[in-house]
Nanobody, 129 residues
Framework: QVQLVESGGGLVQPGGSLRLSCAAS????????IGWFRQAPGKEREGVSC????????YYPDSVKGRFTISGDSARNTVYLQMHGLEPEDTAVYYC??????????????????????WGQGTQVTVSS
């Protein structure tokens, strides 16, 4: 059974850090592009970090560049999103998603070109004092 399970969300003060995890089962991350997306109430879903499992290329939009880092652990079949310098504007539900590597790239996935094959259930990140 294919599954993506996010964890690590929570409440953090402005300027703080969090690390999100996306554990995959039922498929191998090496064959997929994995992306982290977020959606805040009343806003469109936004791709915030994506990584290609076959060559580890990454993509970040300007809104998070320099603050977020995506990485993968093949042994654990898990992708991480390390977030620093969190701002209230980063408050959202964060989802991880997977799309077959042969039909997309990290940049294309983050820019929402095409629909991912699999989605996780999401984890809430709230940045507030």
């Amino acid at each position: 059974q294919v599954q993506l399970v996010e964890s690590g969300g929570g409440l953090v003060q402005p300027g703080g850090s969090l690390r999100l995890s996306c554990a995959a089962s039922g498929f191998t991350l090496d064959h997929y592009v994995i992306g982290w997306f977020r959606q805040a109430p009343g806003k469109e879903r936004e791709g915030v970090s994506c990584i290609s499992g076959n060559n580890n290329s990454t993509y970040y939009p300007d809104s998070v560049k320099g603050r977020f880092t995506i990485s993968g652990d093949s042994a654990r079949n898990t992708v991480y999103l390390q977030m620093h310098g969190l701002e209230p504007e980063d408050t959202a539900v964060y989802y991880c998603a997977a799309q077959w590597v042969r039909i997309t790239t990290a940049q294309a996935m983050c820019e929402k070109e095409g629909e991912p094959d699999y989605w996780g259930q999401g984890t809430q990140v709230t940045v507030s004092s």
